[in-house]
């Protein structure tokens, strides 16, 4: 499999000097990752007037698609400008931003700790981790080249764009041929590569073909391209099929390093193994939430922000509530 996070990374946005004094204080929370669930979970403490420190390497998975979609009120938006916004956002209520990527994880006495690979530390009564995933291509020459622009995953996020053309989907499971039929609402030309499948049932192959998509079991080799787009697959006996966009199967790898690393209790999914949360992002850790894809893999952009969000709800209202408990217990030792 190729990583799909090869091709050189973009800033995102400005970002303070890694070397910030983070240490200097023990802080409310540590937020994990800035993508759209971490920022969204550090807008929301920051405005709660806890102190906020949010430390990202800023290697957003979406970091190479140009637009994302089905997000309300930002659909077509670049996803690296969401980022930036929310960087100007949080910072804006007193919200500390580092870029920085975290080395190690570790619980203290009252609360966490955190070192950066530059070597910073710093400490936190909460740790929220909002790391992400990476996407794991097939070992095919040229199709991490075109990933985020010619080559994709998401029916739900380049479907609608993909209407009406010649589509490839490259499936390398069963499982997976069901991305084919999400698909065929958008076009009535589809193309379904299953070389990559090690045993196509018949019957799998007779739905597909039901349904109006031809079904291609010949090995794609390589990605053909023009001018930097994508034009074709090209096959192991050296034909090559005409398609305008090709919808992927990667697979998908939760960057859980941190969450590992506090010993963050995982149940099975359709993705493999991933970090279990309750409904509000509690991992089996006292104190450590995950949010988007590092808690659920199928979190879209809008599912993640929502997930940042109702954590940091939840958080604050915990730490509120620790305030009054703590008052309550003054006024009965007074009272005694």
Sequence with gaps: MTDATTPPTV??????????????????VIIIGGGAAGLSAALILARARRRVLVLDAQEPRNRFAPHMHGVLSRDGYSPLD?????????????????????????????????????GARATARRLIVATGARDLLPEIPGLADQWGRGVVACPYCDGYEARERAIGVLATSVA????????????????????????????E???????????????????VASSGELTALGLDDGSTIPVDVVFAEPALVALDEP????????????????????ALGRTSVDGVWAVGNAANPGALVPIAAGSGAAAALALNGEFVALDVAA?????????S
């Design 11 to 28: 800033p995102a946005h400005p970002s303070e000097s890694s070397t910030a004094p983070i240490s200097d204080e023990h802080w409310d």
């Design 82 to 118: 969401l980022v930036a916004d929310g960087y100007r956002e949080v910072r804006a209520v007193d919200g500390v931003i580092v870029d920085a990527r975290v080395a190690t994880t570790r619980t203290i006495a009252d609360g966490f700790e955190v070192v950066t690979e530059a």
């Design 176 to 203: 997976g041929l069901h991305k084919a039929h999400m698909l065929r609402s958008y076009s009535e030309d589809i193309t379904v590569f299953t070389g990559l499948i090690d045993g196509l049932p018949d019957e």
């Design 205 to 223: 192959r007779l739905v597909l073909e039901a349904r109006g998509m031809r079904v291609e079991t010949r090995a794609v080799t390589h990605v």
């Design 259 to 278: 969450l590992r690393q506090l010993g963050a209790e995982r149940v099975d999914t359709p993705m493999g193994p991933w970090t279990a949360v309750d």
């Design 327 to 335: 008052a309550a217990d003054r006024v009965t030792r007074v009272a």
